[in-house]
């Protein structure tokens, strides 16, 4: 009966997004300390919604995610509904929460992802009791062994390759420093725009086949990276180092940029749920993705200037 009580307290009620309903629970609400956790998420959303993906990395808040699993879709008339399951557990402990966990979801005919959430939930992480009324025992000391060649052994080979990787490293400063002493020659390397030489990534890219020969998480990465050095050296947005919302909320700041912040929300999510949520896109989805690049770095490219034509007025005889 305890169990079920708190099985009862622990639940969340469901969170609505456009027909999604989430609910997320435990089984307790309390802890110990490393002990194992499972979340489950049970979802039930519209028959005509699809591709209902958790966005659960190796971390959930405070938690280390260890295991996942989900159940298979169940379709009741005009209702589907699904099940996961996230082992978790902690090494802080207090009161603590589980984050909200996002879920990227489309509807059919729709090419623009949507974000539904479960609400936090509340639990209580407790350490291991100790008995402070007990005894406490020594401890035994380590038993002195003799000493065999095989012991001594050991040691000589790693001295000896200490000995040899510093005269290596001797030789190689050496090396150097006599390198540094003369003057290199100094060569002009022509500065290449930065659209340029995104689109001359991509087209290298392309014509690898990364997601025809199977290699989509590869594909989806290089696609990505190539877009945020674009953002990078473009408008001095420090994409490489920041996560979807952040680029996103650096671009809104870049006027220059405006046009391309919802084509460019689709192309870093899809890459995200590829890359980290396990989500196996079409064919179709992997040619769009490519089409989305491009289309970005074309549509933000510098123009080039254009140069006024003056025309010269005859000059008539009086």
């Not at 040899?164 to 030789?171: D, H, N, Q, S, Y």
């Not at 192309?267 to 896109?281: E, G, I, N, Q």
Request: hydrophobic share 45%; glycine share 4%; aromatic share 10%.
């Amino acid at each position: 009966m305890g169990l079920f009580i708190l099985a009862i307290v622990a639940a969340v009620g469901p969170v609505h997004a456009q027909g999604v309903r989430l609910k997320a629970w435990t089984d307790s609400t309390s802890y110990e300390i490393g002990r194992w956790i499972t979340l489950r998420i049970d979802g039930e959303m519209p028959a005509q919604i699809d591709s209902l993906i958790p966005v659960v990395f190796d971390t959930l808040g405070r938690f280390e995610v260890l295991a996942r699993k989900t159940s298979q879709p169940e379709l009741e008339g005009d209702i589907k509904r699904q099940t996961w399951r996230f082992r978790l557990t902690t090494f802080d402990a207090g009161d603590v929460k589980i984050p909200a966990v996002p879920f990227a979801y489309r509807t059919a005919g729709d090419t623009l992802w949507h974000i539904a959430r479960t609400e936090p939930l509340a639990l209580t992480i407790t350490t291991v009791a100790v008995d402070t009324s007990a005894d406490f025992k020594d401890i035994k000391p380590p038993l002195d062994a003799p000493w065999a060649w095989e012991d001594v052994l050991p040691y000589l080979i790693f001295l000896w390759a200490v000995a040899v990787i510093a005269a290596l490293a001797f030789l190689i400063v050496h090396y150097r420093k006599k390198q540094a002493a003369a003057p290199a020659p100094s060569v002009m390397r022509p500065v290449v725009p930065a659209h340029e030489a995104a689109i001359a990534a991509l087209h290298n890219l392309e014509e690898r086949h990364l997601w025809q020969k199977g290699k989509v998480k590869e594909y989806y990465s290089e696609v990505t990276e190539i877009i945020r050095q674009y953002f990078e050296h473009r408008f001095r947005v420090r994409a490489l180092e920041m996560t979807t919302d952040e680029v996103l909320s650096g671009l809104k700041r870049v006027r220059e940029a405006d046009s391309v912040v919802s084509d460019t929300s689709k192309l870093l999510l899809t890459a995200d749920l590829v890359k980290f949520a396990k989500y196996a896109p079409t064919p179709d989805e992997n040619a769009e993705e490519m089409a989305l690049a491009y289309a970005v770095v074309r549509h933000t490219a510098p123009k080039a200037p254009v140069e006024a034509v003056h025309r010269k007025e005859p000059v008539h005889a009086r």
